[in-house]
């Protein structure tokens, strides 16, 4: 359970660091990054899964790069669910998931690290 939380925490402030960083992706407040993380997270599992198994044959071609657009699509679609995170053009949406995912790379680096040693 603690597990969870610390991820679901991580991923607020990683989306809270991106909002800070990338021109057209604004995250309000706190609250807000807790609650895209959720609904990112569900959008995540349904949409983004349905997608990345339709466009497994571009992934496997791309080398994995067209799962950022799939991923910049399930960004720019959960904004428009969530108020306080707005994701403004597909510039933005890219450009952000391009950003979350070397934040959760070095993420998973540093939870291992630590890991290792506990």
């Known amino acids: 359970m603690f ?8 991923n607020a402030v990683a989306l809270l660091v991106v909002a800070h ?10 609250v807000s990054a807790l609650i895209a993380v959720v609904v990112i997270g569900l959008f995540n599992a349904t949409l983004g899964l349905f997608l990345k198994v339709i466009a ?11 799962f950022l657009v799939i ?7 959960s904004s428009k669910f969530v108020p306080g995170f ?18 959760h790379l070095l993420f998973g680096f540093v939870g291992s690290a630590v890991s290792k040693r506990v």
């Open 71 to 77: 991923n910049a699509v399930v960004l720019w679609f």
């Open 56 to 66: 497994l044959p571009l992934g496997i071609i791309s080398f994995g790069l067209f």
């Open 21 to 30: 960083f990338v021109q057209g992706f604004d995250v309000s407040n706190v």
């Open 3 to 10: 597990r969870l939380l610390l991820h679901w925490i991580l």
């Open 86 to 103: 707005a994701v403004t053009t597909f510039k933005a949406a890219f450009l952000g998931a391009l950003a979350l995912a070397v934040l």
